[in-house]
């Protein structure tokens, strides 16, 4: 999808879509498991749009990017990607803290909320990606064809 629509067009989307799960989750999630009606909607949301979000990403990364490059540009995104896992663990440890029992879950529901503002953030930064040359000029053919 990438490849035909841009990096943009698809990570954008996939990063709201895991806020949107990561705000499932701290609405829904109550004191009791319920599995299928709180955490499996949630879930499927967080992973459906990291699916579309981390191709994309890797995919910015490398775009545009000689041979010889190449790999130097594909270990500063696993780079980038771990220290980014490690601050957003190291976060979410910290609004954690102690809490045990229903505070847990009260803290759980900011850790969710802060999460969500962060892929927020991570799709803000997708949409600054410029579209790729030959996505361009695709949408081009198409409208010269669609005028005709």
């Known amino acids: 999808m990438g490849n035909r629509y841009g990096e943009?067009?698809?990570?954008?989307?996939?990063?709201?879509?895991?806020?949107a799960g990561m705000g499932w989750m701290?609405?829904?999630?109550?004191?009791?498991?319920?599995f299928v009606r709180e955490w499996l909607p949630g879930g499927t949301l967080i992973g459906t749009g990291m699916g579309l979000t981390y191709p994309m990403i890797g995919s910015a990364c490398v775009r545009g990017v000689e041979s010889a490059d190449l790999s130097v540009a594909s270990a500063a995104n696993r780079m980038t990607l771990q220290?980014?896992?490690?601050?957003?663990?190291?976060l979410v440890i910290a609004i954690l803290g102690n809490a045990t029992g229903h505070g847990?879950?009260?803290?759980?529901?900011?850790?969710?909320?802060?999460?969500?503002?962060?892929?927020?953030?991570?799709?803000?930064?997708?949409?600054?990606?410029?579209?790729?040359?030959?996505?361009?000029?695709?949408?081009?053919?198409?409208?010269?064809?669609?005028?005709?």
């Open 8 to 19: 943009r067009a698809v990570a954008v989307p996939g990063s709201l879509i895991v806020a």
């Open 104 to 148: 847990m879950l009260d803290q759980m529901r900011v850790a969710w909320a802060v999460t969500a503002a962060m892929v927020v953030a991570v799709a803000m930064t997708m949409a600054l990606l410029d579209r790729p040359a030959h996505v361009v000029s695709l949408a081009a053919q198409r409208a010269q064809v669609g005028a005709v």
């Open 83 to 90: 220290i980014g896992n490690a601050v957003g663990i190291a």
């Open 26 to 34: 701290a609405w829904r999630v109550g004191a009791r498991p319920e």
